[in-house]
């Protein structure tokens, strides 16, 4: 158990639907990041949030938001939705914020699986 | 942060030990290396990284040459719960981590 917790595990819904997929690093962690993993794709880097702010971004679309409040917990909104958006979405979390010389390894929640039909 | 590459696919014995090397020829002197693996669709799980000196813990060992060109993740004991694909990272900030295809370990009864 990695302490990152993320929910739903399990979401399907249809092209042009909105989603929030949400996540809870673990107890202490400041950072938290997504990555998506499709099967033609591999898993890519989106976004990093640290303490509320954004921190770095990676491939994400515009139609891809996402948001860290105050307890820390993080949202990612997937809206106007595609069917290459199915994948499986991993929320990761780290101590610190990242950055040259950093020295931290990133825990990895067991994802979220989003299905478009 | 630096390419790596792996190769594709490896089996082990169950009880022998796994090999798993990486190469990251274009390695900077600020990045760290990160072994992660990803048992069929779980999130991938940390298993070690390192600088320069070789690391260990309970889960693996870390060798990386004098060089840092290239290093291997030693899974002592393979077991078939070990069956899975092993990422290696290269990386100097700790947070845009790039995962490749990695290399996709058997671990053979």
């Known amino acids: 158990d990695s302490g990152v917790t993320q929910t739903p595990k399990h979401l399907i819904t249809a092209t042009g639907q909105r989603v929030t997929l949400r996540c809870s690093p673990r107890?202490?962690?400041?950072?938290v990041y997504w990555y998506q993993q499709s099967l033609d794709q591999g898993l890519q880097f989106l976004i990093q949030?640290?303490?509320?702010?954004?921190?770095a971004k990676g491939n994400i679309l515009e139609r891809f938001s996402a948001q860290q409040f105050p307890d820390l917990h993080s949202e990612l909104n997937l809206s106007s939705l595609e069917l290459g958006d199915s994948a499986l979405y991993f929320c990761?979390?780290?101590?610190?914020?990242?950055?040259?010389?950093?020295?931290?390894?990133?825990?990895f929640g067991d994802g979220t699986r989003l299905s478009i039909l | 942060d630096a390419k790596t590459t792996q190769p594709p696919s490896m089996d082990c014995a169950e009880g022998r030990a796994a090999n798993l090397p990486c190469n990251h020829s274009?390695?900077?002197?600020?990045?760290?290396v990160y072994w992660y693996r990803q048992i069929h669709s779980q999130g991938p799980q940390y298993i070690i990284h390192?600088?320069?000196n070789n690391e260990t813990n309970e889960m693996a060992s870390l060798i990386i040459t004098e060089d840092r060109k290239s290093s291997t993740l030693i899974l002592p004991h393979a077991t078939l719960r070990d069956t899975a694909v092993y990422y290696c990272?290269?990386?100097?900030?700790?947070?845009?981590?790039?995962f490749g295809t990695g290399t996709s370990l058997t671990v053979i009864p």
């Open positions: 990761a979390s780290s101590p610190g914020t990242g950055g040259v010389g950093s020295n931290q390894p990133q825990h």
């Open positions: 990272i290269a990386s100097d900030t700790g947070n845009q981590f790039y």
């Open positions: 107890s202490g962690d400041l950072s």
């Open positions: 274009t390695i900077s002197g600020n990045e760290y």
């Open positions: 949030y640290y303490n509320g702010e954004e921190r």
């Open positions: 390192g600088l320069k």
